[in-house]
């Protein structure tokens, strides 16, 4: 399975950041939950929800009033919606896939995507 996160590299304070995350090979893939991830700089990881085949989603309660997660099954992609970005979000922002579940541990992950950079400045 292969993860390829895309989105703007940079966005202006109190604007709504759009990732996307696209899919590819393997197979099985409603075995999975695909959870979005990031890392600040000096910071560790930090996992910011996740969304099941079904369509349940799972989130960060600190994130959890500015976050959405959904995902296209028939073009195997999913989306992470964050609104009033700040300078404090401003991470390389990660897909990650783990079967049957989610976690807040990179090692608990099957699958990782590259990640894309996002700064928050105006």
Do not use: F
Request: with cysteine; glycine share 12%; proline share 4%.
């Amino acid at each position: 399975v292969q993860l390829q996160e895309s989105g703007p590299g940079l966005v202006k304070p109190s604007q709504t950041l759009s990732l996307t995350c696209t899919i590819s090979g393997g197979s099985g893939a409603n075995v999975y939950y695909w959870s979005w991830i990031r890392q600040s700089p000096g910071k560790g990881l930090q996992w910011m929800g996740a969304i099941a085949w079904s369509g349940s989603g799972y989130y960060n309660p600190s994130l959890k009033s500015r976050t959405s997660i959904s995902w296209d099954t028939s073009k195997n992609t999913v989306y992470l919606q964050m609104n009033n970005l700040s300078p404090e979000d401003t991470a390389a922002y990660y897909c990650a896939a783990k079967r049957g579940a989610w976690s807040t541990r990179r090692g608990e992950y099957d699958y990782w995507g590259q990640g894309t950079q996002v700064t928050v400045s105006s």
